[in-house]
């Protein structure tokens, strides 16, 4: 073996080790975006390396964001280096390689389809240009936060739940069972289990991805991935790239081997910079150690970029696409439940939110979920409030700072506690106190305003037996109501509860 | 048919478990906190009441400008903290932590330095540990703990504060009128000692939130004892049946409790009654609201009952001033 291998096989090493800690790293951040974590670097930071994110959000609110000053960095690493983000760094690349098979399968797919991530990173981009943010649910930062978020981590808490709980029978486990149960609860786990709506379509979307690699390894980012394509059509720009030298034996293990499957037997051995996502597989096991990776621009293969025909039908698509979500009745009526984090207006969250799931994260009490219908497919994947699942809480502020777009402001806590997220109601048909007499009032009780946004009416009334009680019926004090949804969490009757905050019925 | 694999058939379980686990995370609602599940035990017999010892008041309520002093002088004309605590007791305290909204000026929380004295008083007692434990209905126990300022006072002075994570069993209540069993958390059964420490709020359902009140904080599912309320704390107390209360009367929330967040509502009485009476404490801080304690529902349940007397005018009271 000669120094040339071994440096390779050493770099091929480094780029294994690198993954893992990436990958862990993503995974800590998220978890460290939970309010209670109580932490200074979050998946917020991780959300601004992301150059597509950064472009979308950019055009899309027509704003220099400085916080996305690190994934112009990357970019300018990308033209240095190649795509090595994809290779190295990014999370979902990283999962995308640990479950893949060894090889693919023997199915055909013409290398035209490689242009498909381009198609849909003119899409992505055309929209933004008109202020749509919706396809970048396609992100795979976004894809990683969000999966980690609703996915893994509500799993996770269950498990290590059930674990505790099932371990507190064993007597001399429980003093240390105590310590470590409430050093994580309530810190890096929330206090009270996570739980998200629409988990069918969430898993459905990681685990069709991720399935997909059985057709071909790393098919997401082959055909898909949006942040792919940018970075490919920026690699192909670079310096850097991958070369084949005259020492090649056509063994054709390199075609073989590459997950991006971009090395082509009868072209050389070449590879597409656009599509060479620098794993070093194949400059480490070449045989003949035939593969550099040099600074000039050497020979490679022809990328599959759009046609002007093609970039200008993804224009057309993206203006017709949008002209649908807006002229569609979900745009006209708001829906009656879009509850929107405090100091958010639909406008500008519409347009500046990545869909990235950090708010979720950050969420205390999980009543932040991710929107399925209640906005339409605009609002697919936005954050909107669900009472009955989680209130606001009256002394947080977290969203806000956990948004690395600035989609949900920044609110100093007693500007939050002024702004309202929508109005309670009582169906009086549900309610105990107007429906059946009953004494009950929790809401009253639980309303954190100062002056409660809910007064009670006294009337007089007698238990079946005669006996005179004073019965008190909830009145909500609109003008005083912030909408935080407490009361709503904490209704006892079963089902929708007898108060619900909604959108302002007046506003 | 081709065989499966090791590799193959792992996946494929763990796809499975994993789309099987998923819908359980589906969000179920209020009152969702899991339970341990445990047939319905029998408590522990409940503690016989203390007898009053000599020159020993029924009931103190100490007024002066240092909660710390007058704390300690209402449990010194009940006996002092001696009468309770015994060598090598494990004892629990239970404030009221409600909520993670506002600071302890705001009278939404016990007074962290009333709670302080208390845990001092019990160590120098010689308990073995002291305990000090809520669980809010708005906030997380941490961050509650935490803007309470309980929490920092009661490390300051020797003790622990808990976390009341799942160890929730159904319990029977033997004398429960209304209520024959609830979920309480046990480490509270279990304990040599119970100290309630309330802080005197307004209430508007209750009327007032005073010390069988504050046992709600050691029982799940509260929404739905709001039905009967007072006869249901009745029924709670009686179960629990704390050895000594000390109502929290430094600070009194007039109107807008249990939450408050107002300064004008907030009446600084610098009180604290104590008696190992529960109903007697709570009626006497009744009288500093201008109330009658047979208006209050769980106090005049709590006296039907025999847990205590309501009738302040035929016990031994020690009203001082510092």
């Known amino acids: 073996m000669t120094k040339r291998n071994r440096t390779a096989q050493r770099w091929r090493q480094a780029r294994r080790i690198t993954q893992a800690v990436a990958l862990l790293g993503a995974v800590i951040l998220v978890v460290l975006t939970a309010r209670d974590a109580a932490a200074s670097v979050t998946a917020n930071h991780l959300m601004r390396l992301d150059p597509l994110a950064a472009l979308a959000a950019m055009l899309s609110s027509r704003r220099w964001l400085i916080r996305f000053v690190p994934a112009i960095a990357l970019l300018a690493a990308t033209l240095l280096l190649g795509r090595f983000w994809c290779g190295w760094l990014c999370p979902l690349g990283t999962l995308i390689d640990w479950i893949s098979p060894q090889h ?70 429980e003093g240390p069972l105590y310590a470590l149960d409430t050093a994580l609860h309530g810190t890096l786990l929330s206090y009270k289990q996570p739980a998200y709506q629409g988990l069918a379509l969430l898993s459905a979307a990681l685990a069709g991805i991720l399935a997909l690699n059985w057709i071909k390894r790393r098919f997401w980012c082959r055909y898909l991935c949006p942040l792919g394509g940018l970075l490919g059509l920026v690699a192909r720009l670079g310096w850097r790239r991958r070369a084949v030298t005259d020492a090649c034996i056509a063994c054709g293990r390199c075609a073989r081997d590459c997950r991006m499957g971009t090395i082509e037997n009868a072209d050389g051995y070449r590879s597409d910079p656009s599509e060479c996502i620098l794993c070093l597989d194949c400059s480490a096991d070449c045989p003949a150690e035939a593969i550099h990776y040099r600074g000039q621009r050497a020979e490679s293969r022809p990328s599959s970029g759009l046609t002007r025909r093609q970039a200008l039908q993804a224009l057309g698509l993206s203006l017709g696409g949008l002209a649908l ?12 439940y879009q509850l929107r984090p405090p100091g958010a207006t639909e406008s500008e969250l519409l347009a500046q939110c990545v869909r990235c799931g950090a708010c979720l994260r950050a969420c205390p009490t999980h009543g932040l979920q991710p929107a399925l219908y209640e906005s339409g497919f605009e609002g697919f994947w936005t954050p909107i409030l669900v009472p009955r699942l989680g209130n606001c809480e009256y002394n947080c502020t977290t969203c806000g700072q956990a948004c690395p777009t600035g989609a949900i402001p920044i ?31 929790v809401c009253e009780e639980m309303c954190p305003l100062p002056e409660k946004a809910i007064t009670l009416i006294e009337r007089e009334a007698a238990w079946p037996d005669g006996t005179p009680y004073t019965l008190q019926l909830p009145v909500v004090q609109e003008d005083l109501c912030i909408g935080c949804g407490l009361c709503e969490h904490k209704c006892p009757v079963n089902g929708e509860a007898a108060i619900r905050v909604s959108i302002d019925p007046l506003g | 048919m081709s065989q499966i694999t090791r590799r193959e058939f792992v996946k494929g379980a763990l796809v499975v478990g994993t789309s099987t686990f998923l819908p359980g995370c589906q969000p179920t609602g209020p009152a969702s906190t899991p339970t341990v599940a445990v047939p319905t035990a029998t408590p522990k017999p409940a503690p016989t009441a203390t007898p009053v010892p000599d020159q020993s008041a029924y009931l103190a309520a100490v007024r002066g400008a240092d909660p710390a002093a007058v704390t300690e002088r209402a449990l010194a004309a009940i006996g002092g903290m001696e009468r309770f605590v015994k060598s090598g007791y494990d004892v629990i305290i239970k404030p009221n932590i409600c909520n993670a909204n506002h600071g302890p000026e705001y009278a939404s929380t016990t007074n962290p330095v009333v709670v302080a004295t208390l845990v001092k008083l019990a160590l120098g007692a010689g308990a073995k540990r002291v305990r000090v434990m809520d669980a809010p209905f708005s906030g997380s126990p941490q961050s509650a703990y935490a803007i309470s300022g309980v929490g920092d006072a009661v490390e300051a002075a020797g003790g622990q504060m808990e976390v009341m994570r799942p160890r929730y069993s ?3 209540i033997p004398d ?27 209430h508007s359902l209750a009327g007032l939130t005073l010390g069988a009140k504050n046992l709600m904080g050691v029982i799940q599912n509260r929404p739905a004892m709001h039905r009967n309320l007072g006869q249901r704390i009745a029924d709670l107390a009686s179960l629990v049946r704390p050895q000594l209360t000390v109502v929290d009367a430094v600070r009194m929330l007039m109107a807008n409790g249990p939450t408050g967040g107002n300064l004008d509502d907030v009446k600084l009485a610098n009180t604290v009654i104590a008696s190992h009476d529960i109903v007697a404490a709570d009626a006497y801080a009744a009288t500093l609201f201008d109330k009658r304690p047979d208006q209050i529902g769980y106090i005049a349940a709590g006296d039907a009952m025999g847990l205590g007397t309501l009738d302040l005018s035929s016990i031994q009271i020690a009203e001082l001033s510092l």
């Not at chain 2, 009128?177 to 709020?201: G, H, M, R, T």
């Open chain 1, 104 to 173: 693919d399968s023997e199915r055909v797919i013409d290398d035209r389809w490689r242009r498909l991530p381009k198609v849909i990173l003119a899409l992505l981009l055309f929209a933004a240009l008109w202020g749509n943010l919706t396809l970048l649910i396609l992100d795979p930062l976004t894809i990683f936060v969000r999966s980690i978020t609703t996915l893994l981590l509500p799993v996770v808490h269950w498990v290590l739940q059930g674990l505790l709980s099932a371990l507190y029978g064993v007597a001399f486990l």
């Open chain 1, 325 to 336: 979500m807006r002229v569609s009745a979900r745009a006209q009526r708001p829906a009656q």
């Open chain 1, 411 to 441: 609110l100093d806590l007693a500007t939050k506690r002024l702004t309202p997220i929508g109005k309670a109601s009582i169906d009086p048909d549900r309610c105990l106190a107007w429906s059946e007499q009953a004494p009950c009032i």
């Open chain 2, 170 to 172: 159904e319990v029977a």
């Open chain 2, 176 to 202: 429960g009128v209304d209520l024959k069993k609830w979920s309480f958390y046990e480490p509270v059964l279990d304990a040599d000692l119970v100290i309630n420490v309330p802080i005197a709020k307004h």
